[in-house]
């Protein structure tokens, strides 16, 4: 079972902070997706704010686990998912970046269902890992299961909507750009299928 004292607690509030993070570029990514490419700039502005500030609170989280001598968690485990999860805030960054770049035109449904989907399984990254620190295996277990369904599900969508981008005689730049939009979306969600993985073996191993 875990015992987080007050001292370690500021690793927990980094997978907090983390997932909080996620769940609002998540957010901002699908607005951008739906009010199209004239709110771009400030969207992508807002991830980015959002991708800077978690990369200091890593950044803090790591020179935290050289000063630390005893931690709730192995210290692999610590690093790997702040890693991962930052993993999922980047390419939500990256995806937000070639949005605006590519002036690509008015977002394919299937852009936005995946990034509704990404939506989604942020929630239940920011619910398995706030779980994690209360023990609440049953609640981290259940948020990871779901993480899973939703990856199977966005994979689903990212086959089915890029087909789509090859059917009649499209455009080869616009098939370019929104095959390059559409592999970040699945690599973003496949991001938060890696981060159950670590949070399921570490509620597991503490269980």
């Not at 980047?90 to 937000?96: K, P, Q, S």
Request: negative net charge.
């Amino acid at each position: 079972m875990l015992s987080v004292k007050k001292s370690n607690r500021q690793f927990f509030d980094t997978f907090d902070a983390m997932a909080a993070g996620a769940v609002e570029a998540s957010q901002i990514l699908e607005e951008m997706f739906r009010n199209g490419i004239a709110a771009s700039p400030g969207h992508a502005g807002r991830i980015k704010d959002i991708e800077h500030r978690c990369d200091n609170v890593v950044h803090d989280l790591v020179r935290a686990l050289h000063s630390t001598f005893i931690t709730p968690l192995d210290r692999e485990d610590i690093h790997l998912l702040a890693s991962r999860l930052d993993d999922v805030i980047d390419l939500i960054d990256g995806t937000a970046r070639r949005l605006q770049l590519f002036h690509a035109g008015a977002a394919p449904d299937g852009a936005m269902l995946i990034a509704e989907v990404i939506v989604r399984a942020t929630e239940q990254l920011q619910v398995a890992v706030a779980a994690l620190e209360k023990n609440k295996n049953g609640t981290v277990l259940n948020a990871c299961v779901q993480i899973k369904r939703l990856e199977e599900e966005g994979d689903t969508l990212y086959h089915e909507w890029l087909g789509r981008l090859f059917e009649g005689s499209p455009d080869a730049l616009t098939v370019i750009k929104w095959k390059e939009i559409y592999d970040n979306l699945e690599d973003a969600i496949d991001r938060c299928e890696d981060v159950a993985n670590v949070i399921e073996g570490v509620a597991l191993e503490y269980s």
